[in-house]
């Protein structure tokens, strides 16, 4: 018997159970940070707060704009590109097409922090940029067949590495991961993406 791909098995759940595992996923991720902090980090408490630093002019510089410069380049391949370049299968769109406003908002915070905590706060605070950097995009297993989305994620995981690297403030790379998921997860749900091809 031929074994699933993820993308079928996606394409065969309804919307609560694509819910249900993306949070048991991500709560799994956010577990594997703090187990992961209690283990490396010398001091749990301390080392955390001091990678967690609300500066506004860090988070606009290093969190925002980077953020919108990804989100750019993104919307820029979509439209120039062909859809098989970045099509992943269609699991993003079965996730967010039919998600209220509220639960895409939830689910790519939840995402963004949970990613962020494991491979910037754990991961690269621990074994560096680069380690962590490249952990970040093989998580990602489904565009290793997909060039354009291998090569973006690369990009995408460097750049927001670089961000911690610079600033050391786990907020940052929430910031800009959070705004690249959900801009992009807005616009699967109302925009270009949410629509069958012509």
Not at 54 to 69: C, K, N, R, T
Not at 178 to 198: C, M, P, Q, S, T
Request: avoid cysteine; hydrophobic fraction near 55%.
């Amino acid at each position: 018997m031929k074994r699933k791909s993820q993308s079928e098995l996606i394409m065969e759940m309804n919307d609560r159970e694509i819910t249900l595992q993306l949070v048991l996923t991500q709560l799994s991720i956010l577990i594997l940070a703090l187990i992961g902090s209690v283990f490396l980090f010398d001091a749990f408490w301390a080392d955390w707060s001091s990678q967690i630093d609300f500066h506004a002019s860090e988070l606009l510089v290093y969190g925002l704009i980077p953020g919108l410069m990804v989100l750019l380049i993104d919307l820029f391949l979509v439209y120039r590109l062909p859809r098989r370049m970045y099509d992943d299968g269609g699991i993003n769109i079965k996730v967010f097409k039919n998600r209220s406003s509220i639960s895409i908002i939830g689910i790519t915070l939840l995402v963004a922090v949970s990613e962020e905590m494991l491979f910037r706060g754990v991961l690269h605070a621990e074994f560096g940029y680069v380690v962590a950097s490249v952990l970040f995009a093989v998580m990602h297993i489904r565009y290793l067949t997909k060039i354009v989305l291998l090569i973006s994620v690369l990009f995408v995981s460097f750049f927001i590495g670089y961000m911690y690297e610079v600033t050391g403030n786990l907020l940052v790379t929430i910031l800009a991961h959070f705004l690249i998921d959900v801009v992009l997860a807005f616009w699967i749900r109302f925009g270009k993406w949410g629509e069958a091809d012509e």
